[in-house]
């Protein structure tokens, strides 16, 4: 166990941003800190990211929501799992235990520093899968928002490698020479390292009725037209058609971000959460 | 443990410094974001070309560029002036003395300019950087419809054609990717290029496969910058099997090995040039 980590005094916040580890010196999180533009909100959101290569394309995305929900008197926390982006550790080791342990660890400590009763998480996409492992192992969220959630993990786990199969001999990414011969045995997947038990992991999670979530409360925002799931959900915020598609792309120049169609259902969403009691 | 690190106008701009706890006397690379790419780089490359670094004494400062990732956009400052930012507060906070800069594609037209700007800087590490289409990007292009089995040689003659005729259309000459980077036209390129080495500043140029539009032979090298690039001081490799962003494993693991072989060489002034002579 490594020496815990204290809340920094940096200089000046970015704004009203802080950036800032968690966890200890051995195990740290990076995790950014929105603080709420007026007092007296009940409710923090901690934002939970998408997983593999979604999670690079929607950094900016998820900052300016974050942004936005601040601004709309919510106190809100983005933050990396342990082995992604700017936290410690490597991208083996990333799998449904730690990434658990990670969500406890931020969601503690966003009410430890904004103050607030109760925490409501908001989901990206592959996300969905460890945050319902999450709540059935006893978390208790006040509020699940899935954001174009993935449901069925077996079958996005088979798309992913698909697709990884195909960025592999890419024409487009690799021109006229010949890419290294097939690789599978790297461990990569979209350009990461998955093990084995985080594939399992995923493999193994189905969100196909309420239980799936612990019984906790849903709301959700989709895409127009998408499959909806069995889940209970209380609340449906709507995409618009120019919403930024996630999946696919792993080019530099593909990152996500929020349109001004965007800004309005993120907006309402930011409204609805205020307005929880 | 790394440190986040909070810099450029009232602190609004944020980096991680790896290798944190090292002397004030060892050197430091500094990584801006690449496109739109944030600052752990592509597929965390940054990340763990950091952690290699660190274990040899050498720093590493990853950051990104107003408008990208989380970064704020900010009035009048961009990219170059966000590597020049990098550079003073490492100079005033961390006691940093001797730069590299480096990064791929716009990150690399970044850390030129750096290098031009500020004397400060010993190295740049140039992934898919400046280039310039000449007779050699030509030959290269020919080799490799050439290479290709004779049933693609149809499909190459059409797009060709459709390529010709779109530029008639449009009446103008398409745009080339030098177009959208940030870079001085061949002859200043190789006046800077010059300028640099008189300088005493390393340089390590790699250039990919995924890099086609702009680089199709190693030649192109000595073509766009001159004479300069004979000199012991300059390492090119060409690595047509490797993609823009270094997607497979085996690429990746091979830059992290270049550049972690090469730069402690280059902060010491004892490196010894080494891939492809152009």
Known sequence: MGEALTWPVHKGAIGISEPHWLGDSTRYLYAVLHRAAVPGARLGVLLVPPLFHEQPRSRRLLAEVAAGLAAAGLPSMRFDFFGTADSAGSSDQLDFDSMCLDLEIAAKALQAESGVAAVAVLVWRGAALPVARWVRDGAAPALVVLWEPVFDGAQWLQELEREDAMERCSPDRYGVARPLADAAGDQQLMGVAVSQRLRGDIAGTRLVDADSMGGRRCWAVLRPGSLRPALALERVFELPADAPTFGGSTRMDSGLFVTAQLKRVADGLGHALREER | ?278
């Open chain 2, 1 to 278: 443990m790394e440190k986040i690190v909070q810099f450029g106008p009232q602190g609004r701009l944020v980096g991680v410094l790896t290798g944190a706890s090292l002397p004030d006397s060892a050197p430091v690379l500094v990584l801006p974001s690449a496109g739109l790419l944030p600052r752990a780089g592509p597929f965390r490359l940054h990340v763990e070309l950091a952690r290699r670094l660190a274990v040899r004494g050498i720093r590493t400062f990853r950051f990104e560029s107003p408008g990208v990732g989380e970064a704020p956009r900010l009035p009048r400052f961009g990219s170059r002036e966000a590597t020049l930012a990098a550079l003073d507060h490492l100079a005033s906070e961390y006691g940093c003395r001797q730069f590299a800069i480096g990064g791929l594609c716009s990150a690399a037209d970044a850390s030129w300019r750096a290098a031009i700007d500020d004397r400060r800087v010993c190295a740049v590490v140039m992934l898919d950087g400046m280039s310039f289409v000449g007779p050699w990007f030509h030959v290269g292009r020919l080799a490799n419809v050439l290479r290709r089995p004779a049933r693609d040689w149809p499909g190459v003659v059409r797009r060709l054609w459709l390529r010709l005729r779109s530029r008639s259309q449009a009446g103008s000459v398409p745009q080339d990717m030098g177009d959208y980077r940030d870079w001085p036209d061949r002859g200043d390129a190789q006046r800077q290029f010059a300028a640099l080495l008189a300088r005493g500043v390393y340089s390590l140029w790699v250039y990919t496969g995924g890099y086609g539009d702009r680089f199709l032979h190693p030649r192109q090298f000595a073509w766009s910058f001159g004479a300069a690039v004979q000199d012991a001081r300059v390492a090119m490799h060409y690595w047509p099997d490797c993609d823009h962003t270094f997607y497979g494993r085996a690429h990746r693991d091979r830059l992290l090995a270049t550049v972690e072989q090469w730069l402690p060489g280059a902060f010491s002034g004892a490196v010894e040039a080494k891939g492809v002579r152009p």
